[in-house]
């Protein structure tokens, strides 16, 4: 056995059989997954050293050591430290290039066996092999997540997928960023075949040995050189056809879709050698971009809190649950015994009305029909996911639970009376969970006989398409019961994030300072349009003023209400919002808010909104400019969240970043808003603040904020 590396340990292990065929063995020790960093790199090319001088061998295999991974890709952390426009980026490209070139050009037929993930390097790294075949292995799939963190497949994948696949199909994969399953990728013509896993190795073997006697190795390298054989007319057509599903879906603020489109089009009409070069010269810039560096912190950010068990001490184990009960079967509860039922987790269902119950459990069954609708959920799955769904009258039967989580209406008395009732009959150890948007929860603990066993467990709506839970902890809730709901909200595939207990907790905490300005600049003269246009410009899914028709004027008066109250020191009083409430302008479910809806969800401009902003306006409208709005509603989340910090609501930055980016859908391609701050730089944004501090002290910068901004520091750094 020979084997190739520097390190006591190495990742890659090769192997000769008696045929001749070596077996390349790929195991990154000490890690769950294969990656291919500068060490790996180094491996791959002591490795190709050898293997280009064993001329006799009859063929090679790659495959992986673990089960259920191939190769998960490069090394993010190496590709987003390295300094933008530097040599390194051009070495850290071209090094992965050579590597895959050498093994494209070695003396006998190559295959890659690829048992579970293949993504990102991992698949251009297969792409240099002559031939794929994937296992069963459910986790086996192919992708290139490079968009996703702002970049494009920079070793070849933009040229040799679309050589394999045609440049549609590969501008489709590459632009979503999507990986698609093996029985896809072989319908893609990506991989040759799907067998059963532990027949893989043998099934490699056979393909080498036809190949071997066919050569069909070699004319598959071959025809891997060569441009796409397609006219420039069909080229244009499919170009256009890509540049428009990529401006539709990215609205123009990421540039990478649309520069791996470039690099398709442009590449594919030259030899394998040009497109390579074509594609580095487009990937260059965008590797240390500040849209790139923001992704990248977000995709580390969402695999620290996969991996946060919500507490600090590390003896703490979260409770099991095997059941669990929701009280309130409307909007929430409804989608909350949905998505525990839909990932295995057996719920009990009530609510007072017994028509509310019925339609609660209608509702369920709706969202996964939809689900069905669009592929997310087979019938089979609906059928044992309901069969996990039992409903009850009486409040007894909720005695088997290890955690109840209650959605009644928003109203404190009748929350606390129905804890009072239910814990008489809950177990001892079980946790009870509310998920109220304001009350506070540590009030509501004084209620309870085990304020120890009480927490908030803050679901989202729509909660089957929102990622995020916010899970509360009142003064006396304990680690335990934190790290059990942490645990469950993750076990229904939820991303949980701890926060303290305090008014509007974290994510309507800093949403309502923007809510609140933007009706301030409404009151001042800016335009409703005007105003949703600059926030969508600057990445935000909805602009301010259409998000108050979509929650509901009245929801958004009386929610805006708690934390305005609560932080009355700073929050500006509007009355813009009390006068169309008061009118029955509720927003979207009225027909009329700030927009009309004449035609179901589409707003348009409403004549009658004139004489209602013409009455709150306190001065005589002005003009505002985009960059004035956007100062105004992005600077007073940032001061609220700085205070968020130095109160220690959250327990990191990272918290704030994602909350937002989950629970508002805050542009991940700024990395939330206190890395869009450290981008933008702490001294620039006290010299914003200064600009504005004269409204208030909303915008007067926070204790931390200038002694970042003094010491030249970030919220990151
Ligand atoms: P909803 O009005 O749709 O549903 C509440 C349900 O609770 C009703 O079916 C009602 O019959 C039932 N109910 C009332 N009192 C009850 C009692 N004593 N025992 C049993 N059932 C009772 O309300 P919703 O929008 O689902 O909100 C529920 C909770 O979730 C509220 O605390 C709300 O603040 C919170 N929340 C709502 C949203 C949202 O967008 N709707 C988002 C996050 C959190």
């Known amino acids: 056995m020979a084997q190739a590396s520097a390190t006591a340990e190495p990742a890659l292990k090769l192997d000769i059989d008696p045929q001749g065929i070596g077996v390349i063995t790929f195991d990154f020790p000490g890690s769950k997954a294969n990656t291919l960093g500068q060490a790996i790199l180094s491996e791959w090319e002591l490795l190709l050293d050898q293997l280009e001088k064993k001329t006799d061998l009859h063929g090679l295999v790659l495959h992986s050591g ?21 040599p390194t980026v051009r070495y850290l490209i071209e090094r992965g290039l050579k590597i895959i070139d050498r093994i494209e050009a070695l003396p006998y037929p190559t295959v890659a066996a690829i048992d579970g993930v293949c993504l990102g390097g991992g698949l251009e790294f297969a792409l240099g092999f002559d031939f794929r075949l994937a296992g069963a292995h459910p986790k086996a799939e192919v992708g290139f997540p490079e968009v996703k963190v702002g970049l494009i497949p920079g070793w070849g994948g933009t040229q040799r997928l679309t050589r394999l696949t045609g440049p549609s199909l590969a501008a489709e994969m590459i632009c979503s960023g999507d990986a698609i399953p093996a029985a896809k990728a072989r319908e893609y013509g990506i991989v040759f075949d799907v067998v059963p896993s532990d027949k893989l190795l043998d099934e490699c073997r056979r393909v080498l040995d036809w190949a071997r006697q066919s050569g069909a190795w070699q004319q598959e390298r071959k025809k891997k050189q060569q441009p796409v054989p397609a006219t ?26 649309l520069v791996a489109v470039d690099a398709i089009f442009r590449g594919c009409t030259r030899p394998l050698a040009d497109g390579l070069k074509i594609e580095t010269e487009l990937m260059i810039p965008l590797v240390g971009s500040d849209i790139s560096r923001s992704l990248i912190a977000v995709f580390f950010m969402t695999q620290r809190l996969q991996k946060d068990p919500g507490v600090s001490d590390p003896t703490i184990k979260p409770k099991p649950v095997q059941r669990v009960g929701v009280i309130g079967a409307g909007i929430m509860g409804g989608g909350i015994a949905g998505a525990h039922i839909r990932r295995g987790v057996p719920v009990l269902l009530t609510d007072s009305n017994a028509g509310a119950l019925q339609k609660g459990v209608a509702n369920i069954a709706g969202v996964m029909q939809s689900r069905i609708a669009i592929g997310r959920m087979t019938q089979a799955e609906l059928l044992k996911a309901l069969t996990l769904l039992g409903t009850t009258g009486s409040m007894a039967a909720m005695s088997d639970r290890d955690v109840v ?23 001892a150890e079980a946790i009870l969970a509310s998920n109220t948007s304001t009350i506070s929860i540590t009030r509501m603990a004084k209620a309870v006989q085990r304020p120890e066993n009480f927490a908030g467990m803050h679901f989202f709506n729509p909660v089957d398409r929102m990622q995020l839970v916010e899970v509360i902890r009142g003064e006396k809730t304990s680690d335990v019961t934190t790290a059990t709901l942490v645990a469950l909200a993750k076990q229904i595939g939820k991303t949980p994030i701890v926060v303290k207990d305090c008014p509007g907790f974290l994510v309507n905490r800093i949403l309502f300072p923007y809510m609140n300005e933007a009706m301030a600049l409404l009151e001042e003269g800016a335009e409703p349009r005007a105003l949703d246009k600059a926030a969508l410009a600057f990445g935000m899914p909805m602009g301010p003023v259409t998000l108050n028709d979509v929650v509901g004027l009245d929801t ?3 929610a805006g209400r708690v934390v305005n109250t609560a932080f009355a020191d700073r929050a500006k009083n509007t009355t813009i919002l009390d006068e169309l409430v008061a009118a029955g302008r509720l927003g979207q479910k009225t027909g009329s808010g700030f927009y009309a809806y004449p035609k179901g969800p589409k707003g348009v401009d409403d004549p009658a909104l004139a004489g209602f902003l013409q009455k709150a306006r306190t001065s005589p409208a002005r003009k505002l400019g985009t960059e004035e709005m956007t100062d105004r509603l992005f600077l007073p989340m940032l001061t609220e969240a700085s205070r968020v910090l130095m109160e220690g609501i959250v327990r990191e930055p990272a918290d704030v970043d994602m909350g937002l980016i989950l629970g508002i859908g805050f542009p991940a391609f700024r990395g939330g808003l206190l890395r869009w701050a450290d ?23 926070t204790e931390q904020i200038l002694k970042l901004a003094t010491g030249k520091k970030g919220f990151y750094s």
């Open 556 to 558: 958004a008066l009386y």
């Open 679 to 701: 981008t933008v730089g702490l001294p620039q944004i006290v010299e914003k603040l200064r600009t504005y501090e004269k409204l208030g002290p909303r915008f007067q910068p």
């Open 232 to 257: 420039a007319e069909q080229l244009e057509f499919a170009q256009a056809a890509a540049r428009g599903q990529v401006q539709a879906k990215t609205k123009g603020q990421f540039p990478a879709p």
């Open 66 to 86: 673990k089960p259920g991974m191939f190769i998960a890709g490069a090394d993010l952390k190496e590709l987003g430290s390295a300094p933008k426009d530097s």
């Open 405 to 427: 989580i209650e959605a009644v209406v928003e109203n404190e008395d009748a929350k606390v009376q129905l804890y009072k009732q239910v814990q008489t009959v809950l177990p």
